[in-house]
C-alpha cells in the first residue's frame, strides 16, 4: 500500500535524502517551498505524512495553523526537521517525531518507519470494508436470521435489517470471505435509521477471532 508525504523545504540536499528514504519505504512525496503552499495543499489532497523543516521561513506560522486545525479535525502526523536549536522547541510543534539536520541517513530511516507504521496501524483500525454477507444476530433470545453486512471494521459493523435490533446485549455470528470458521461478538447499537440500517460497536470479541478479523482487514487494506 502506498502512502503519501509532504516535505516543507527548500533545502534540496536534505529534501533529496527523504524523498530517496520515503520511495523505499513505499511513500510518494510532494515537495513544497512555502508553507502557505503546503496548508493550500493539505486542504485540497490526502496527505498521509507531513515532514516539515524548522529552520524555514514561515514556519512556526504553519505550526500554529496545523495546531488550530487539530482542535476541530484530526490532522496528519506532524514530522520536523531542523537544527539542534530548533529541536528544543519541539513541544511547541505539536510535532510526534523529529530528526536534526544534517540528516543521519540511519535515523531518519527509523523514524519515518516508526511514523510509517503509526500511519498504517491508525488507518487499519478505522477502515471500513464494504460488505454484502449475511449475518446471524441474537438479542435476549431472539433470532434475527434476516440481515445483512453491510460495512465491517475493527471496532463495529453496519447491518441492514428489515427487522427492529434491540440496542444491548447483542450477539452477532458472520463469516468473512475466506474465513475457515465463523466470528462471533458481543456488541451493542450506537445509532439506526429509518431504512433498517443500524450501527453497532464490539464490545467484546474473543481473542482468536481479533486477531482473525484484523488480519483479514490488514491483507483488504494490503490489497487496494
Known sequence: MTLSSMVVSRDWQEISVLECILSGLHMEVWVEADPQAALERLSQSKIDALIVDCDLEGSPELFQQLQSARKHANTVPLLIMGKRQCMASLDQTGAIFAFEKPISVEKAVRTLSAARCMILDGRLRYQRIDLDIPVSLKAK????????????????????????????????????????????????????DDNGH????????????????QLWLAQQFLAN
Open 198 to 213: 443500524v450501527g453497532v460497536r464490539f464490545v467484546k470479541v474473543p481473542p482468536q477471532h481479533q486477531k482473525a478479523l
Open 141 to 192: 433470545n431472539h433470532i434475527i436470521t434476516n440481515a445483512h453486512l453491510v460495512n465491517l471494521s475493527e471496532g463495529g459493523m453496519r447491518i441492514c435489517s428489515d427487522q427492529p435490533i434491540e440496542a444491548d446485549g447483542l450477539q452477532i455470528q458472520w463469516e468473512i470471505p475466506g474465513a475457515q470458521s465463523e466470528l462471533n461478538a458481543q456488541a451493542e447499537v450506537v445509532w439506526h
